[in-house]
């Protein structure tokens, strides 16, 4: 795939992602991926794991608030392990959990672009190749 069919995907897929964060939060991991995706127009509800909770009690307290949420953990080894057991836990709870823009980016970024919060700093590489 080359740069320019990347970067239109990539486009595309935040287009997507706009468009679910409407309807449903995101659930990233800390401050920094909130303002990432911040950076490419998201308006809706962007919910941060890191807050201290165990990930039972963030399960939990998820599960009565909402029905459903789109996961967009880390794609490094414990970006891997947190959306498992993220999902796992989430699932058990009654929250369909939608993991289809964490898949769709892990596989666009070909592990060039490891975290949420450097999202940004892909899309710019990819514009270079124009």
Same mark, same amino acid.
Not at 23 to 46: H, I, K, N, S, Y
């Given at each position: 795939?080359?740069?320019?069919?990347?970067?239109?995907?990539?486009?595309?897929?935040?287009?997507?992602?706009?468009?679910?964060?409407?309807?449903?939060?995101?659930?990233?991991?800390?401050?920094?991926?909130?303002?990432?995706?911040?950076?490419?127009?998201?308006?809706?509800? %962007?919910?941060?794991?890191?807050?201290?909770?165990?990930?039972?009690?963030?399960?939990?307290?998820?599960?009565?608030?909402?029905?459903?949420?789109?996961?967009?953990?880390?794609?490094?080894?414990?970006?891997? %392990?947190?959306?498992?057991?993220?999902?796992?836990?989430?699932?058990?709870?009654?929250?369909?959990?939608?993991?289809?823009?964490?898949?769709?980016?892990?596989?666009?970024?070909?592990?060039?672009?490891?975290? %949420?919060?450097?999202?940004?700093?892909?899309?710019?590489?990819?514009?270079?190749?124009?």
């Amino acid at each position: 795939m080359t740069r320019v069919q990347q970067l239109e995907e990539f486009e595309e897929l935040f287009a997507k992602l706009r468009l679910a964060n409407q309807a449903m939060p995101v659930l990233v991991e800390g401050a920094r991926d909130e303002a990432a995706l911040r950076q490419f127009g998201l308006m809706g509800t %962007v919910l941060l794991l890191n807050r201290g909770d165990t990930l039972v009690t963030l399960c939990d307290r998820l599960a009565r608030s909402h029905r459903q949420l789109v996961l967009l953990t880390d794609w490094d080894d414990k970006g891997r %392990v947190l959306e498992r057991r993220l999902r796992q836990c989430l699932e058990a709870g009654g929250v369909r959990v939608d993991g289809t823009f964490w898949r769709n980016l892990q596989r666009l970024c070909g592990g060039v672009c490891r975290t %949420v919060e450097g999202l940004p700093a892909f899309r710019a590489l990819l514009e270079e190749g124009d």
